[in-house]
């Protein structure tokens, strides 16, 4: 295990996670193993927050951490559908995608135990300490910040921990389900913080009546059937110099994963074709092999990079 032992909050989610799934506690102990004490220290800060968050809306750590298993189990699920078939389980089932949305106990669901999956799942952390390493190192000229598919809220909170008070918010979802968990949590760790904005809108139909200096988009291009539009969208939404964070993944079938990126340079070409270019990026296979191997398995990889207009001078 690490240099010091596990802070005792996020020792009790483990502990839970390993009483429950033998399999899951192999895996969690191997990534923890090298962990520094730095990780340890956000991860017990994250577990405290997000305990309490629970117990504030009567959710039993037990129903969190059952909420984490069921992503698990969804997605190897739907991983074995694709090595059998090479097709992710939803093509171009827009309405099935939109009735998961709106579906209270199933988002619920889904993004508690996404939220867990932050500080468990290498590539999540590492994507979360990316845009959260560039928000610090940028926000004395962000004044203007926008999050697309805010989910579980840890993102939009950690921004505002990032940025100044007075910078502006606005978090828009697809989902109610979605951004009222995103409002609830934001509410409970930033109560009287008004400089706020909710909306649920599709991003497509969204009509801004500012630019942004910072927009994040993590984990959306690969939900949507033309992630084209989407980008372009994000462009229009971006102030000249403003850029944008966004995540997505290569081979990584999901219940509601519709786009199948198949290799990283088609997301990088289609940033190209939208008029992004890459500021810097982060290319984070699920598993620890060479990368031909990676590529000939189809092994998920996830993928974030900081974007920029084409056009910066």
Known sequence: ???????????????????????????I?????????????????????????????????????????????DMMRSQLYFMKTDRYPIRESKEFVYSLYKNEDEMKSYMIGLAISQFLWSNHYDMYSCLKEHLQENKDIIHAYLEVGPGHGLF??????????????????????????????????????????YSTIDILDFKADQKFDFITMGEVL???????????????????????????????????????FKATDEIREMFRDCGLVIARELVLPAEDLPM???????????????????DEK
């Open 222 to 260: 690969e939900h949507v059937g033309n992630p084209i539009a989407l980008l372009e969208k994000i462009k229009e939404l971006l102030n000249p110099q403003g850029k944008s964070f966004m995540s997505t993944c290569i081979n990584c079938p999901a219940i509601d994963h519709i786009y199948h």
């Open 29 to 73: 102990n191997k990534y923890l193993s090298k962990r520094d004490k730095a990780f340890f220290e956000e991860a017990e800060a994250f577990a405290e927050i997000y305990v309490k968050y629970l117990e504030s809306q009567n959710i039993p750590l037990e129903f969190a951490v059952a909420a984490y298993l069921r992503v698990c189990n």
């Open 1 to 27: 295990m690490a240099d010091s032992p596990i802070p005792r909050t996020f020792q009790q989610i483990i502990d839970i996670i390993a009483e429950k799934s033998p399999l899951q506690k192999k895996r």
């Open 156 to 197: 939009l909170n950690m921004a505002m921990d990032c940025l100044d008070k007075d910078t502006y918010f606005h978090a828009i979802d697809i989902s109610p389900v979605s951004i009222g968990i995103s409002k609830s949590i934001i509410d409970y760790l930033k109560p009287g913080d008004n400089n706020i904005r």
């Open 292 to 310: 031909d191997e990676i590529i000939s398995k189809k092994i998920t990889i996830n993928y974030c990079a900081i974007l920029k207009k084409e």
